[in-house]
């Protein structure tokens, strides 16, 4: 495994392009002969050309000239050279000379030195572009969840060009079939090499047949202009599926899992899928089964990762050094730097224990961002692979597997994930609110988990369910962290015994409508039933009954547990994971179909979930003629069909504790 760039030899087709008309390459825009001495704002036509719209004699003139004028496809230019467009990707697939680190730092600001994550080029080689520091010469990227931004140059290196949206003829996409989640890689954005592809998912519930765009995993998008206005204002009003994210159900399930494949059903799939009578993958299912139950890595994804890893066990560094995880095949020199093992199964343990149990699945470990494989933003991906896309490769495999057998796997285990960050201060506990596990923490917004049970404990934010989860670290009998012993005996993890709890108000539950006799496959129980089992009640398309003070978690807890995939957003559409549920909040319930129900708190007049003076306040302006209106008006009939002093009285007394306002 490479510390940055992980060693990939992949099996693909090159599936050949249409022919495109070329855009200008970047030195070709340098020899165009412009009548502008200094700033150029002109046009990018879909011919590949540009058409100067006008000249300026400083940047922020032709920004603000770009960012009013109506037409799209505008670019910057400042010394014949593109320096920022309206709409836009970034490629950034660089040819490093020998010696060099291999890769590109992202940074979480537009001048600051603190790294957020890096990246290589390759396929694909582009990433959406949301914003450019014409000071620093650093542009803001999005790609694999990660967003952050990156140099313009490495010494005299140019690691990046700006292609306006016009010269994108093939930018990386997703298709949804019938069965299947497919992620397409271009060769470039240029419609000019050919491209690969990977099955990586079931259909997601969420969406329907078609192509779509992301660069995140989770939101997607049928246009890429519209992804882009998205990510520049910072929300994913105008995905297709802005209340329900989509999570990769092989990228997030924990290493801390069981798969239910034999070794036989490994090794047959592993032959079905090599022609190479010499693979080092081939009759390797016993070995990760062994190493699944000694030291609590899933098989089934250590082999996905060595699949992905060893181009299925045919790579020089397997086949010479029984390597098959590209374990410190660095950048600058994979062949020599890689490991090696005298046998494939001592690489398989050595794996299992001392690079995941004792490393990335670590909660003390600087690679622990989450023990699952994630993508650029958290999980192994995070540390273990510049390729942003290297945890989506090897879900494929994953994926063809349990494809292959009948989907056994997918949705046995229900998945929550963090659901923000909080600044480490997410412990696991031995006990429900009890005592931390030294040194155990989430620290990473998307960390997943496995929850086992569901238990009663202290509140936190309203909520008083607590989950039981498979521990990702390895635990003595007392549930302390052991330290690692490298040499023989080397320490087993304990599949009885590893078992911790976190709070379940700062986790979101993913595979919640799975019905448990048939692992995979949604509940489809009607939306009324998972409203009024909740304790809420429902009808003209709203949810009400709900307690003043009630919590997003604890009502998107209660929704989940009775059957939903919930998603809470506010009035203006923004997802809402914290905080007061207010009127005017929306509910959107899946269970085979998707509803979206209207928050009604009777009283609550303005939205923030509680009733007090502001409401009093609002509902005297009504009378005086400031008309409230939808939700709003409906919050206001509290014990009468009508608005008058009567609902204005019943707010003060409940004010001064004289009576209640029945949410029923």
């Known amino acids: 495994m490479r510390r940055k760039l992980s060693f990939l030899f992949i099996f693909f087709f090159l599936a050949f392009m249409p022919f495109y008309v070329d855009a200008l390459s970047p030195a070709e825009i340098l020899n165009r002969v412009s009548e502008c001495p200094q700033i150029e704002l002109a046009e990018a036509k879909e011919d590949g050309s540009l058409l100067k719209v006008a000249c300026y004699t400083n940047y922020q003139e032709a920004k603000n000239a770009m960012n009013t004028t109506a037409l799209d496809n505008l670019v910057i230019l400042e010394n014949r050279v593109i320096i920022d467009a309206k709409y836009a990707v970034v490629d950034y697939d660089i040819d490093y000379p020998t010696g060099h680190k291999g890769y590109m730092d992202i940074y979480t600001t537009s001048s600051g030195s603190t790294i957020n994550g890096y990246v290589n080029g390759g396929t694909p080689d582009e990433a959406a572009m949301i914003d450019v520091d014409y000071n620093t010469k650093r542009v803001k990227i999005k790609i694999a969840e990660i967003t952050g931004w990156i140099n313009k140059y490495d010494g005299s290196l140019k690691l990046y060009d700006i292609v306006p949206l016009a010269w994108v003829k093939t930018p990386q996409y997703y298709r949804v079939t019938d069965s299947s989640l497919i992620h397409y890689y271009p060769g470039n954005v240029y419609g000019t ?36 206005q998205d990510y520049k204002n910072g929300n994913y009003n105008q995905a297709v599926n802005p209340n329900q994210p989509y999570y990769n159900y092989y990228q997030y399930v924990g290493f801390r899992t069981k798969t239910n494949y034999t070794a036989e059903n490994i090794d047959q799939y592993i032959a079905s899928r090599t022609s190479d009578k010499e693979s080092k993958m081939l009759s390797t299912g016993n070995y990760f089964i062994n190493a699944q139950n000694a030291y609590g890595t899933n098989a089934a994804l250590m082999m996905a990762i060595g699949m992905n890893e060893s181009g299925r066990g045919t790579s020089w560094i397997a086949k010479n050094k029984n390597n098959l995880f590209g374990l410190n095949a660095i950048d600058q020199s994979p062949g020599e730097s890689a490991n090696y093992f005298a046998s494939v199964e001592d690489c398989i343990n050595e794996y299992s224990y001392i690079w995941l149990a004792y490393g ?9 961002y989450g023990a699952n494989l994630g993508n650029k933003y958290q999980g192994l991906n995070y540390k273990y692979a510049s390729d942003p896309f290297w945890a989506e490769k090897a879900a494929h495999y994953y994926y063809d597997l349990d494809s292959m057998f009948g989907f056994q796997d997918h949705g046995s285990y229900q998945v929550a994930v963090l659901n923000n960050d909080y600044s480490n201060t997410v412990y696991a506990k031995k006990t429900p609110g009890g005592e931390n596990v ?16 569901e238990v009663e404990g202290p509140a936190i934010n309203g909520n008083t369910v607590w989950y039981k989860i498979q521990a990702d670290g390895m635990l003595d009998g007392n549930l302390n962290i052991i330290g690692s012993s490298k040499d023989n005996p080397r320490v087993t993890y304990n599949w009885d015994n590893n078992m911790v709890y976190v709070p379940a108000a700062y986790f979101t539950k993913l595979n919640s409508t799975m019905d448990p006799s048939t692992p995979g496959k949604p509940s489809n129980k009607p939306i009324s039933s998972i409203v009024t089992e909740a304790g809420y009640q429902y009808g003209n398309g709203n949810i009400y009954g709900i307690s003043p003070g009630t919590s997003v978690e ?11 995939i919930i998603t809470i957003t506010d009035a203006n559409g923004n997802i809402k994971e914290t905080g007061n549920i207010g009127t005017g909040d929306k509910v959107n319930i899946t269970s085979g179909i998707t509803e979206t129900l209207n928050i009604l708190i009777k009283g609550d007049l303005t939205g923030d979930g509680l009733i007090n003076s502001a409401d009093l306040l609002r509902m005297r302006q009504h009378l005086l003629g400031t008309r409230l209106s939808g939700i709003y008006e409906q919050a206001a009939y509290m014990e009468y069909n009508t608005i008058n002093s009567a609902n204005l009285l019943k707010i003060r007394q409940y004010l001064l ?8």
């Open 193 to 228: 090499k050919g491209e690969i592809s990977y099955a990586i998912d079931k259909k997601p519930v969420m969406l329907a047949n078609g192509t779509y765009y992301s660069y995140d995993g989770h939101y997607f998008y049928t246009s890429m202009k519209s992804l882009l």
């Open 360 to 368: 990335y699945l670590d909660p003390r470990d600087y690679r622990y």
């Open 438 to 453: 030294a040194d155990y923490q989430y620290k990473q917004k998307g960390s997943s988990i496995v929850i086992l049970a």
């Open 554 to 564: 604890t009502i998107k807890s209660n929704l989940t547990n009775t059957g939903g």
């Open 657 to 664: 504790g004289q009576t209640d306002i029945a949410q029923k």
